[in-house]
């Protein structure tokens, strides 16, 4: 009895936190639409926070254009970053793209091609021709030795980046 009384209540909590975050992406993109950038952030990262994906990779997106921010928010780009990591460890390919960018070119992550060819590597596994296409043109650019590099580390971060 106490177990069906415990996991209706977990079922309960998930629903509810499943349409919070729903709910608070849907309003996010409502005042993003409305030029609101402020406001839509901060819906963004509400939803985010209660574990929509997607509002994540929307608010690492307005970081990185620093809509919502400040013009001259210096940390912008560290925190777009962060968040698009986030999204891509929670299996987000577009995310997984936008984060090998940011390693590839040292913005907002320090320079490292190989972690950017292994993130590319994983999102092409998982079928986005466009990671395909950006890790193999990656591969032509990296110093001799840098792609063996990269297929030892996506064997270290394969499992990180698979979501839920």
Same mark, same amino acid.
């Given at each position: 009895m106490f177990r069906k009384i415990a996991f209706g209540a977990t079922f309960a909590t998930a629903l509810l936190m499943g349409n919070m975050a729903h709910a608070g992406y849907d309003e &996010?993109?409502?005042? #993003? @639409?409305? &030029?609101?950038? =402020? @406001?839509?952030?901060? @819906?963004?990262?509400? *939803?985010?926070? =209660?574990?929509?994906? %997607? !509002?994540? #990779?929307? *608010? !690492?997106?307005?970081? %990185? *254009?620093? %809509?919502?921010t400040a013009k001259d928010d210096a940390e912008a780009i560290t925190k777009a970053a962060d968040w698009f990591q986030t999204a891509a460890r929670a299996g987000h390919k577009e995310a997984m793209k936008k984060l090998a960018s940011m390693f590839a070119d040292g913005r907002g992550k320090p320079q490292d091609p190989v972690q950017a060819w292994a993130i590319l590597q994983i999102a092409a596994e998982r079928g986005d021709q466009e990671a395909a296409a950006q890790r193999d043109a990656l591969a032509e650019t990296m110093r001799p030795g840098q792609l063996e590099a990269g297929k030892r580390r996506h064997g270290k971060i394969v499992d990180t980046y698979q979501g839920s």
């Open positions: &996010g993109k409502a005042l #993003y @639409e409305q &030029g609101k950038f =402020n @406001e839509a952030l901060q @819906e963004f990262v509400k *939803a985010g926070g =209660n574990g929509n994906v %997607e !509002a994540v #990779y929307r *608010a !690492a997106l307005m970081f %990185e *254009a620093r %809509e919502g």
